[in-house]
Structure formats: C-alpha cells, structure tokens
C-alpha cells in the first residue's frame, strides 16, 4: 500500500470545517481554500529536496537551507484554482502546469477528460507537485499523474484537501510509490460518486459568483434596491 499523509493539523482541520458547511458562500470557499493551500503547501516542503548553505547576517555565519531541486506544481482545473494558489504562495520558486479536467460519468463507469494542457514538454529535471482538492474515484488525479509521466516526471507527490477511502485505494493500486497528501479521508463514495459527507461540487463552490460577498461587513449586496448607479 502506497503512503497515505493525512494532515495532522487543528489549523487545517478548522478550514476543512467551513469548507463542508453548505452556507459557506464562494467568496469564503475560495479564501478557505487557498488557505488550506497554503498549509499543504507547508506540509508538503517537508518532502523536498533541500540544500544547506552558509548565510552570513551582519553579525556572523549561520547555516540555513535552500530548495535544491526545482519544483513543478500542476493544479487541475477549473475547481483547483484557489488551492494551487495558495500552495504556489507557501512555494513561489515553483513552476506552474495547468491541466483542465472533467469527469464524464456515464452508467456504472467514470473517465476523466483532458481538454487543456499547459505543461511543459520535459518534466525530469523536477520534483511534480500535482494538486487538486477531491479526490474522489480517483481517476482524475491517476489521469494527471499519466500526463506528467508521460513528460518524464519522476518524483511525483500528490496533494488534496480531501478524498474517499475508496479513491486513496485506487490511486494507490496504480501508484503504490507516490505519497498522497489530504487534509482529510472521507469513509464513503455515494453512487454519484461524490465523496460523503465531504464538501459539496468543489468546482462550483470555488469558481461560482457570489452575490454576498463580504458578508462580514454586512453589506447585502444581493438585496433589490431602486438608486442603481448608471
Ligand atoms: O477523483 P475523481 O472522481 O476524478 O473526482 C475528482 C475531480 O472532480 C472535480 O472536478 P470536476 O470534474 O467536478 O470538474 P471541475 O473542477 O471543472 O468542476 C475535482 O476538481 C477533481 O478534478
Ligand atoms: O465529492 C466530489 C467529487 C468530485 N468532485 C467534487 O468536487 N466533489
């Protein structure tokens, strides 16, 4: 069985709380999400490769690190955004891929579509960091790993907020050598293969447009009112 890191962190933990909450509106989502990326972008330093270096401040020699390796993030859209975002914050050296996937769902059978790709041709020189927030079956992140295998990317790691059991054991059985990082395992894949009680369509939660934004202030900006601005 592949290595399975569940993120041991209350921070984390509390984010993925509100992400769940169904009255968590796409603005929140969004910022939650990168968040969580940011986080996991944290976690997933610990993987990497680092150097040491001497560093000399005004008042002597200190020894301290240095990414050795460079560093490739491929985030899946469009539901991945504000995640790969925030993980490119916690790792702003890296590089960027972008990889747009849908899943066609047809009786019993699920397959993932890729209909953009911005990766570039060659990825040995790097260590892949490929990063999408559910993992739910399984075939979309097992479909990304493909893509950048087939660009020669050998040290892969894979980060989600949150995935089924179910879909950790199928992309362990294709991938037993790449570790899996989420925030969270969720016990159940429901028939429409959404991961349960999980956090909802992740993609539409993150990317739709909300009307309440910036309901700390209190603005109720989707309330009808007549003095519109012309
Ligand atoms: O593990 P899987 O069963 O493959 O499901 C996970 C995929 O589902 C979501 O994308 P979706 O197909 O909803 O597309 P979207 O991001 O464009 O909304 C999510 O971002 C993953 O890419
Ligand atoms: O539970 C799921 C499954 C696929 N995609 C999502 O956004 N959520």
Redesign the pocket.
């Known amino acids: 069985m592949g290595r399975l890191i569940v993120i041991d962190n209350p921070l984390a933990k509390y984010y993925l709380t509100l992400l769940r909450k169904p009255g968590t509106t796409p603005g929140l989502f969004r910022e939650y999400m990168r968040k969580l990326g940011f986080i996991m972008g944290y976690e997933v330093s610990r993987l990497l490769e680092w150097g040491r270096v001497f560093v000399d401040s005004d008042h002597g020699r200190a020894e301290g690190f240095y990414p050795y390796k460079p560093v490739y993030i491929i985030g899946?859209?469009?539901?991945?955004i504000p995640f790969t975002h925030g993980l490119w914050d916690a790792i702003p050296w890296a590089g960027l891929g972008l990889v747009?996937?849908?899943?066609v769902i047809s009786e019993n059978r699920?397959d993932?579509e890729i209909y953009y790709e911005r990766i570039p041709s060659s990825l040995t020189a790097y260590t892949v960091i490929v990063v999408?927030?559910?993992?739910?079956?399984?075939?979309?992140?097992a479909?990304v790993v493909e893509e950048v295998r087939a660009r020669g990317g050998g040290r892969i790691i894979a980060a989600t907020v949150l995935a089924s059991r179910y879909?950790v054991e199928y992309f362990h059985s294709r991938f037993s050598e790449i570790p899996l990082l989420a925030i969270e395992v969720d016990p159940v894949l429901d028939k429409n293969?959404f991961i349960t009680p999980g956090i909802g369509?992740?993609?539409?939660r993150s990317?739709s447009a909300d009307m309440a934004f910036e309901p700390r202030l209190g603005l109720g900006f989707n309330e009808p009112r007549e003095d519109r601005v012309e």
């Open positions: 899946v859209l469009g539901a991945s747009a996937a849908r899943r699920v993932t999408d927030p559910t993992l739910a079956t399984g075939r979309t992140m479909r879909g293969y369509d992740a993609g539409d990317l």
